[in-house]
């Protein structure tokens, strides 16, 4: 119970989350971290069972560093994606399933993305993504002020916005909000 909100913006990705971590009807924590930062250039968002995302983060940050080390240059915001997705399914084909909901985000020479991620292996590319109980009413919010031309500083107030909104309706939600950007890369890293 939770919710995570990611946003592609003309200059970057955005990434939002509120800070409450539930334990059926009892809230576990008022301050756990949602957003885990992989690099400069790449961030997850989690919703679901925090110590199964901790996990497929770790071993994902751990092989794409293998990956780039082989081959000399660095996975793209997609290549990475499907890497965490790929590792989520594994846990779904040994029948020992992840219970998770990822938003990856990240900037590339490529340009900024968002993708949504699940258990399931399923990645779909998007321009604003929710996830987490919350996530029907920060939908709202994310339909109603997204624009194609939005810029990562208003991404951050429409993250801020969906997360407080879904805050104030979904019991699972709560306790603050995280917001985490990445700008466009210049010359080959984060600006």
Known sequence: MTTIVGIKATDGVVLGSDKRASKGF??????????????ETLAV?????????????K?????????????GF??????????IANLAYSGLRNYQPYYIEL???GVDQ???????ADMSGAITAEDFASSGSGSPIAYGVLESLYDKD?????????ATRAVAAAMERDPGS???IDVLVIPMMTNGVAA
């Open 150 to 158: 939005v810029k990562n500083e208003q991404a951050s107030e429409i």
């Open 59 to 71: 071993v994902a940050k751990a092989e794409r560093r293998l990956v780039e080390l082989r081959r």
């Open 174 to 176: 709560g306790n603050g």
């Open 110 to 116: 490529h340009g900024a993305h968002v993708y949504a």
């Open 103 to 105: 938003l990856v985000a």
């Open 26 to 39: 009892f809230i576990g924590s008022k301050i756990v971290q949602k957003i885990v930062k992989i690099d």
């Open 74 to 83: 660095p996975l793209t915001v997609k290549e990475s994606t499907r890497l």
């Open 45 to 57: 968002a989690i919703a679901g069972q925090l110590s199964d995302a901790e996990h497929i983060i």
